[in-house]
C-alpha cells in the first residue's frame, strides 16, 4: 500500500511540474509574438499615433493617416538605431 502511494504522489509531482513548464514556455511565446507585433513603423518611428494604426508612424510630426489623430513623440525612439543606457560600454566606449 505504501508503494501504492509513493507512486500517486511522484505522478501527480511529476504532472505539477510539467504543467508549470509549459505555463512559463507560453508566456515567453507571446512575449515574442508582442515584441514582433510592436516592431512595425507605427511603435519604433519617432513620432507614433497613439492608437499605433497599422502602417501609421512617421519621422516627422503630423497625424495617422489611418484614423487622422495627431502623431506623439516616442519616448523610446533611438536615431542611430540602437539602445544606450546608462552603463553600456561596448566598442571601447561609453554611452
Known amino acids: 500500500m505504501k508503494n501504492l502511494f509513493f507512486v500517486l504522489l511522484l505522478l501527480s509531482a511529476g504532472i505539477i511540474i510539467s504543467s508549470c513548464n509549459n505555463q512559463s514556455k507560453s508566456t515567453s511565446e507571446s512575449e515574442k509574438i508582442e515584441a514582433v507585433e510592436k516592431s512595425g513603423t507605427e ?17 516627422e510630426a503630423g497625424s495617422c493617416p489611418v484614423c ?28
Do not use: I, Q
Open 43 to 59: 511603435y519604433t518611428s519617432a513620432y507614433v499615433c497613439p492608437m499605433h494604426c497599422k502602417g501609421s508612424g512617421s519621422e
Open 68 to 95: 487622422n489623430m495627431d502623431y506623439v513623440a516616442n519616448a523610446d525612439h533611438k536615431s542611430d538605431g540602437h539602445m544606450h543606457d546608462e552603463e553600456s560600454n561596448h566598442d571601447g566606449h561609453n554611452h
